[in-house]
């Protein structure tokens, strides 16, 4: 745990970051954790034209403890096979949340 009892680093998918704005509690990840790492791939999917304007325009604006991660290289993996992009993306970049 990080201080004042915040876990230090997440790695975030879409998903939660999406719905969260959209129910206007995306206030709570600062409440939680310091850091949250956003592949490229997430970024991307959060800033497409079918994504509510709240949601865009949010990412857009990102907040200081938000940061985007660079994409890495997503080797053919059977386990993964099932996930989408962004899924894969934020499963490899969790590794650097840790240390």
Known sequence: MASKGR???????AGPLHYLVLIGHI????????????????RDELTQARTPSAVRAWITRRPAWLRIAPT??????????T???????????GGLCAG
């Open 7 to 13: 876990v230090r680093c997440v790695v975030a998918d």
């Open 27 to 42: 206030g709570l990840l600062p409440q939680v954790f310091e850091l949250v790492l956003v592949p490229e791939t997430v």
């Open 72 to 81: 890495p290289a997503i080797p053919d993996d059977l386990q993964l096979a």
């Open 83 to 93: 996930l989408d992009d962004g899924e894969r993306a934020a499963n490899r970049v």
